[in-house]
Structure formats: C-alpha cells, structure tokens
C-alpha cells in the first residue's frame, strides 16, 4: 500500500475568542493510499502554521514539508514514519508546529494500519484492557465559590465521577482558593474525584503551601501549578507536595515527557493531537508503566483527538481516565458522526477497524477555511 495524498483540511468557527478553547479552530488531517483507504487525525494547536507545515515543498535536507516526506510512503509502520517525519524535519521541527503538525499525521497512520489489518487501534497499541473508559470534564472556576457549587452540580447531573475546575479566579489568593475548592468538594462529595488546575499561577514556595492547604480535601491531582518551563521548580516541588503533581499538556515528544518524570511529576498529561501522536503517547504510557507514574490524556478539541485518546486509554493497563469535553462547539459535537457518548460516566472505546470512526462531510464543508 502508498500514501498517495496527504490533505491537511482548516476547520475554524465563525468567531474565535481569545479564550483557552480547543474546539474552535482545528487542523484535521487525512492520509489517503492507493487502497482506497483514507485514515484520519487532527492537530490542535495553530492551524495556519500547521497546514504549511504540511504543504511546504521538498527543500535541502532535513527542512522538508511533511506531505513530501509521506507521499509514496508504505503507511502500515506508522513508528518508522514518525522517526521518518521527525528526523527530515529537524531545522525546523523537533519542537512546537512541527511536532504538533506530526501528531495529525501519526494519528491517520495508525487509523490507516487499523483499516487495512481489520484491527481496532487499542489492539495495535498492546491489546485492550477495557471496553470503556471513565471519564472526567474540566471547567474554569466560577467567578464566586456559590458559581463553582454550581458547576460542580451540572457535573454530578451529567453522571460524571471526576471532574477537573481551573484557571479562572483561582491561584491569586489562599483563602479565596480554599473557599472554591471546598465548595466544588461539598457538591461532589467523597466518592467522586476533584482535580484542580493552578494555571501556572505559582513559585514553588507558594505552591507547596497551597498543596498542603488544599491536601484535607483529597483532591485527586494539582495540574501545572508551576510555568511548563519551571523544570527545576517541579523537582524541588514534587517531592514535597502533599497532593499527587500533574503536568504536560504543553509538552511534546517521549523526551519532554522522560524529563518531567525523572523531574518527579506524579501525572503526565500528553495531549495527543499536539505531543506527536499516538507513537508518543504509546511510549510515554510504558515510560509511565516502568516508573511506578501515570499518563491521563489531555483532551480538548474535537472527537477525533477524543477517539484516539479512548484506544490509547483502552491499551493501557491502569489507562481508565480520560478527560471529556463538554463544549458546546460543532467540531467537537457534530464532526465525528459517530461521536463516543458519555453514558453513566463513562465512555465506550469504539471497536471498529482503525480508529472506528466517520467525519461529517457537511460539517467539513461549512467550517472548512479556504485555501
Ligand atoms: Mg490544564
């Protein structure tokens, strides 16, 4: 089989807001083989960089664009095609649009060798563990503690057992943090899990001693309390923080992620339409497995990077997390026409060749950005 045409396709909302929200304007990509099977992945991050990422020609060695590294390319070793990708673009890769852009392409390989083997990804990835996944949702912090109570109680209604509340007001004061946590904990109650995002909101002083104010709530994890730069501030911090450490969603590559566990962070939270895709994902779960951590995928932008998250968690042996997006955007409700539901908190892995699922041909149409 060869990779006959590689289509990065711009999806965007009429109106994008400056706010933290990935299902707004996306890059999907679809790898297309002389089989007549076409696999499909997704990039979130900047779409407009991402597509030239793709579309920019043949040059001198090692800058090349990625559609000219794939064409007439076997698809059925998406792991060789990575290093392949990664290393023939290396003047301008290795970090940021480049390796966002690769997450696209990966994921539609390994849909692709799904395809053509008759094989659900999870089984490519090392076997299924589960047939769902629990799923938890994050929402910023509501503008008073009575806003997050309120929050917390749509959470509960929707019969979710975890969920995640961040950014917003939270970070600026003790007290005031205390009080939201206290109030998402009292809607919650004890059987489900709390996990709070800092947003990158402290020092390391200050963020042990919210940690330690924060640990008689038992939440389940404090995400990104430090800047994703401030390596050295999550090993001193890790190792004295009363409350399991998160971080990574803005990391890319199995070598981010090796870095930040051997820094002691507790959760890893690669994103997989942004880290490198699900190559990476997979080495950084048995990363995760040898090391006694844990990797719960960050996910936020549409079905496509919600499926692929759902057969890497499937593959994974303590893998039943993952985080579901509840915004209202058609890219992430109405693109994937098999979209995978949230029932009684949980969400089933589909279990259809490849990555199982459909694009919505129409939604394309009228979200699609013109070359
Ligand atoms: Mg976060």
């Keep these: 089989m060869k990779i006959t045409a590689v289509e990065p396709i711009h999806l965007r909302v009429p109106v994008v807001e400056a706010i933290p929200d990935g299902t707004l304007d996306v890059l999907v990509v679809r790898i297309h083989t002389d089989a007549g099977l076409t696999g499909i992945g997704e990039v979130t991050s900047q779409s407009y960089v991402c597509k030239a990422c793709f579309e920019a020609p043949r040059s001198a060695a090692r800058r090349h664009g990625l559609t000219s590294i794939l064409l007439g390319e076997d698809p059925l070793d998406p792991p060789r095609l990575w290093e392949k990708m990664y290393y023939e673009t290396n003047r301008y890769g ?3 649009a480049a390796i966002h852009a690769i997450s696209g392409a990966d994921i539609a390989l390994w849909d692709l060798k799904g395809q053509a083997e008759g094989q659900p990804v999870y089984q490519l990835l090392g076997g299924r563990h589960r047939t769902t996944v629990r799923a938890y949702a994050s929402v910023l912090f509501g503008e008073t503690p009575e806003a997050t109570a309120a929050l917390a109680g749509e959470f509960v209604e929707l019969g979710l057992t975890a969920a995640k509340f961040g950014w917003g007001p939270f970070g600026r004061d003790a007290a005031v943090d205390l009080a939201h946590v206290q109030a998402a904990r009292d809607v919650l109650g004890h059987d489900r899990d709390l996990m709070v995002d800092a947003g990158h909101a402290w020092d390391v002083a200050t963020a042990i001693q919210r940690a330690e104010l924060l640990a008689p709530l038992k939440i389940a994890w404090l995400e990104e309390p430090l800047g994703q730069d401030d390596r050295k501030g999550y090993a001193e911090l890790c190792p004295r923080s009363p409350v399991p450490i998160a971080a990574g969603e803005g990391d ?13 962070v507790h959760i890893v939270q690669p994103d997989v339409a942004f880290c490198g895709g699900l190559t990476v994902c997979r080495r950084v779960s048995d990363m995760c497995q ?12 549409t079905g496509i990077n919600l499926t692929a998250s759902l057969h890497w968690m499937a593959a994974v042996p303590d893998g039943d997390l993952v985080e579901y997006c509840l915004r209202p955007s058609p890219l992430m409700r109405k693109l994937v026409k098999n979209l995978p539901p949230l029932v009684n908190g949980r969400v089933p892995v589909p279990d259809g060749p490849g990555l199982g699922i459909e694009l919505d041909e129409d939604v394309i149409a009228e979200f699609r950005v013109a070359d």
Excluded: Y
């Design 94 to 96: 290795r970090r940021g």
């Design 252 to 264: 890319v590559t199995h070598w981010d992620f090796e870095d930040l566990i051997e820094r002691g």
């Design 290 to 301: 040898e090391r006694g951590r844990r990797s719960v995928p960050h996910c936020f932008s």
